[in-house]
T-cell receptor, first 113, second 112 residues
Framework: QQQVKQSPQSLIVQKGGISIINCAYE??????FPWYQQFPGKGPALLIA?????SEKKEGRFTISFNKSAKQFSLHIMDSQPGDSATYFC????????????FGSGTRLLVRP | DAGVTQSPTHLIKTRGQQVTLRCSPK?????VSWYQQALGQGPQFIFQ???????QRGNFPDRFSGHQFPNYSSELNVNALLLGDSALYLC???????????FGPGTRLTVT
């Protein structure tokens, strides 16, 4: 059972544009929602994360928007750069489940120069 | 401050063999989680170790086992390797009772 659904599978954006990746979750017990960035041959790197008591969190060019009632959250990358080209994973975890991460299927982002 | 380290980087094994992967957590972290990432997919949780004990386990068979040492480093063992075990194996470390998990570069296991 896929508990975190991610879309789109791939995304092409022009340099300077906004990249938007969406995730939906099923289990309302999740209480932590991180985004990870992964480059080829590397491990995932924690990018930004949000708790469900907050509707938006911004760090530099990266923003998470969180809609608790819809059980959805999204990553916005402003002023996208070619260096942002990577695979992005959303995830969810629960404190009462030892914080184990449940990942989405990933989005391959290509930012064209 | 060293991040999470894993060894070896790459490994090629034959079906039926056994393999041991190693992980050293980020300095100050006491909890280690292992994930399996098949090509083109998101990581899947295998198990987590804290205080040298397996605290939580994902949907993986008993062929997958682990260990945590007093210095918090950890090993992942896989017995009777199958072709389907070919994947990137990721170790993530964290501090107990915190959400943030930091991943190592992974070990790429190929089973032929």
């Amino acid at each position: 059972q896929q508990q975190v659904k991610q879309s789109p599978q791939s995304l092409i954006v022009q340099k300077g544009g906004i990249s938007i990746i969406n995730c939906a979750y099923e289990n309302t017990a999740f209480d932590y929602f991180p985004w990870y960035q992964q480059f080829p041959g590397k491990g995932p790197a924690l990018l930004i994360a949000i708790r469900p008591d907050v509707s938006e969190k911004k760090e530099g060019r990266f923003t998470i928007s969180f809609n608790k009632s819809a059980k959805q959250f999204s990553l916005h990358i402003m002023d996208s750069q070619p260096g942002d080209s990577a695979t992005y994973f959303c995830a969810a975890s629960r404190m009462d489940s030892s914080y184990k991460l449940i990942f989405g299927s990933g989005t391959r982002l290509l930012v064209r120069p | 401050d060293a991040g999470v380290t894993q060894s070896p980087t790459h490994l090629i094994k034959t079906r039926g063999q056994q393999v041991t992967l190693r992980c050293s957590p980020k300095s100050g972290h006491d909890t280690v989680s292992w994930y399996q990432q098949a090509l083109g997919q998101g990581p899947q949780f295998i198990f987590q170790y804290y205080e040298e004990e397996e605290r939580q386990r994902g949907n993986f068979p008993d062929r997958f086992s682990g260990h945590q040492f007093p210095n918090y480093s950890s090993e992942l063992n896989v017995n009777a390797l199958l072709l389907g075990d070919s994947a990137l194996y990721l170790c993530a470390s964290s501090l107990d009772y915190t959400y943030e998990q930091y991943f190592g570069p992974g070990t790429r296991l190929t089973v032929t």
